[in-house]
């Protein structure tokens, strides 16, 4: 499927935005008053960290591109479509997963060695993949409620039975509402680094997510997004000081390396992005970090409000000890809400939990456990009518 964003000449996009990362490694350079400070008619100008140049450079200029072959499409609505990774001999209840909206779905099937969805497959899983897509005329005009009650429903239903619903950051907000409006399409609920409590530990950081707002309207009703460069500003003064060390410590890699190359296909993931739709970003902003409306019990969906409380089905969910995208403190009310969950604490990042060099330890094998645990032969196919 071709983006309609797709690069041109340069080989790839990030890092982006690449002038905010530059200037904060400009300002933050250790050395700076002393080396980097020049003066030409009484005007200043600053040099940036050479050591952050040379691996952004080294990452620009790295010959890794993804070539992953997709498995078969078995259903397409709009701009999204449903991948089927399972095995012809699957005899497992089928196994969806849901990725969250502002990000390609491919980080669950990076490369050959990092691919959360092919371990799955090939220990006789049948995973299925709800590839979002690039939001085109009709999905700008989502609302959660659109994305929940709508595309995500119609997905399910297609796969025409019951099955476990895999949520991956915001793809666990929208896999518990489904779940909770729809138990008879759904066998069992798995949870990965999903946030509820939006203003834990502190609710500095949601203010000033929210503060952002009022600017980015102006580019949201031109576009009908929250544009990529936007969002990943947002993430990026998480912890600016990471993108710098990272980019730095690339540039001392052996670029040959197979640690070289895992870093190129997660950064190229990164900055492969996608737009918010307008609708969707102003319920985020101002209803999950803004009034933390989840938390309140106030989050609705159709009209009705989402509560964990009311999950009665087998349910996993996995916090990762060192998740700086969704802190724990976030996701653990999950754990106390949801009836009799199982609790996973991968010793991982937010992204590291699904694609790290352990991740196969510390979430791959403990998740497939589950599913042994609960998944017997297929389930019988779903009735299609409706929930009253």
């Known amino acids: 499927m071709i983006r309609p964003d797709s690069p041109g000449p340069l080989r790839r996009r990030g890092p982006r935005p690449v002038l905010l990362h530059l200037m904060h490694g400009m300002l933050n350079w250790q050395d700076w008053p002393n080396g980097s400070r020049n003066w030409n008619e009484n005007w200043p100008s600053f040099n940036a960290n050479?050591?952050?140049?040379?691996?952004i450079a080294a990452y620009r200029r790295h010959p890794y591109q993804r070539d992953m072959i997709d498995p078969p499409v078995i259903w397409e609505e709009g701009e999204s479509?449903?991948?089927?990774?399972?095995?012809?001999?699957?005899?497992?209840?089928?196994?969806?997963?849901?990725?969250?909206?502002?990000n390609r779905a491919y980080i669950l099937d990076l490369i050959e060695d990092r691919s959360f969805l092919r371990y799955l497959a090939a220990q006789g899983f049948r995973p299925l993949l709800l590839d979002w897509g690039w939001p085109g005329e009709t999905e700008r005009s989502f609302t959660l409620t659109d994305v929940i009650a709508g595309r995500l429903e119609r997905a399910i239903i297609a796969v025409g039975a019951r099955v476990v619903l895999a949520g991956y950051c915001m793809g666990g907000l929208l896999t518990l509402a489904c779940a909770e409006r729809r138990p008879d399409l759904v066998q069992a609920l798995a949870l990965l680094a999903t946030p509820w409590d939006f203003h834990a530990p502190d609710a500095t950081h949601a203010e000033k997510l929210l503060k952002t707002l009022p600017a980015l309207q102006p580019i949201m009703q031109i576009t009908g997004t929250l544009?990529?460069?936007?969002?990943?500003?947002?993430f990026g003064l998480l912890d600016p000081d990471q993108i710098s060390l990272k980019y730095r410590k690339f540039g001392r890699m052996d670029q040959h390396s197979p640690e070289a190359r895992h870093f190129v296909a997660l950064e190229d993931w990164v900055n492969d992005g996608v737009p918010l739709a307008s609708p969707i970003a102003a319920e985020a902003l101002e209803g999950w970090y803004g009034a933390n409306r989840p938390m309140q019990s106030a989050w609705r969906i159709a009209g009705l409000p989402v509560d964990p409380c009311k999950i009665h089905m087998p349910c996993i969910i996995a916090v990762p000890e060192r998740d700086r995208i969704v802190p724990a403190e976030q996701a653990l009310p999950l754990t106390r809400l949801i009836p009799d969950a199982q609790v996973l604490r991968p010793r991982a990042g937010h992204i590291g939990m699904v694609?790290?060099?352990?991740?196969?330890?510390?979430?791959?094998?403990?998740?497939?456990?589950?599913?042994?645990?609960?998944?017997?032969?297929?389930?019988?196919s779903i009735s299609r009518r409706r929930k009253m």
């Not at 050479?50 to 691996?55: D, K, Q, R, S, V």
């Not at 544009?227 to 947002?234: G, N, R, S, T």
């Open 50 to 55: 050479p050591e952050l140049i040379a691996g």
């Open 81 to 102: 479509r449903l991948l089927d990774y399972g095995p012809r001999n699957h005899q497992f209840t089928p196994v969806l997963f849901v990725p969250s909206l502002v």
């Open 227 to 234: 544009p990529i460069d936007a969002l990943q500003a947002m």
């Open 355 to 380: 694609v790290g060099s352990r991740a196969q330890t510390h979430l791959w094998q403990p998740f497939a456990n589950w599913l042994s645990s609960l998944t017997k032969p297929r389930a019988a």
